[in-house]
């Protein structure tokens, strides 16, 4: 039998901020293209939406790397047997509060983030202007902000972008 580190070299290993793309991009992508690669997020990021998209993207862990070495070890054994591993102080923080966007209003919201003007944010999506509009205003009604950059603000805060 491989040992446990020889066998954690099969799989992902995120941080939730990466340059470029986020851990969450990766793990969507690897969830996508390769299910059989077991995920775990190790970040200092406890934010409810983070966690929240990491168990929908199939992640079988979500851990903070700021956890004893030997919670740690425990913790990818665990995932390794087939578990799913999440901090109880994450899980409750994961029960608070739900993300009300789409994944299209979460698209549009990080292109505007950008600075990108609605017709660059239709062009790089294949939408239409009114739809991006349309996507822009529900983000913000939901999020109950007074324009976009405000609506983005606060999904990033929340760990909803």
Known sequence: MLSLWAQLSFKAWLDIEMPNKTGLDLAQHINAHCPHILTVIMTTFSKSGYIQRAMSLNVKGFILK?????????????????KVVIEPELAALALDEIDPLTDRERAALRLATEGMSNKEIAARLYLSDGTVRNYLSEAMAKLHASNRVDAARIAKQKGWL
């Open 66 to 82: 700021e956890a004893p070495v030997n919670y740690l070890v425990e913790a990818l054994e665990k995932v390794m047997m087939g």
